[in-house]
Nanobody, 124 residues
């Protein structure tokens, strides 16, 4: 069983920064795909950023240039650095992962393992 647990959410003013962490055991597996998704109240869950097993990253257009996905495999942790936060970044953020993935795609169906989410609120 792969463990996934987010932390680091909170409240911040527009223009501020937060770093989300996801403690996970996924890095012990091969051909992994890891990602962050978010779900605003009353809306569908949207993909934010992903990283494949080679370390290649991709971002949704809405966060490109502001958010950075990274990992520290030695610490079994996935990160999402969020800078220049906007009000419409407010959402519950989820980390997601799977292994044995031959094509990492920004689709929720790709990911078998999910955390329970951490709330990010951006308001003045």
């Amino acid at each position: 069983q792969v463990q996934m647990e987010e932390s680091g959410g909170g409240s911040v003013q527009p223009g501020g920064s937060l770093r989300l962490s996801c403690a996970t055991s996924i890095f012990t597996f091969s051909n992994i795909c890891v990602a962050w998704f978010r779900q605003a109240q009353g809306k569908e869950r949207d993909w934010v950023a992903m990283m494949d097993t080679t370390g290649t990253t991709n971002y949704a257009d809405s966060v490109k240039g502001r958010f950075t996905i990274s990992k520290d495999a030695a610490k079994n942790t996935l990160y999402l650095q969020m800078d220049s936060l906007k009000v419409n970044d407010t959402a519950m953020y989820y980390c997601a992962a799977d292994f044995g993935v031959w094509q990492c795609r920004p689709e929720a169906s790709v990911f078998k393992y999910w955390g329970h989410g951490t709330q990010v609120t951006v308001s003045s």
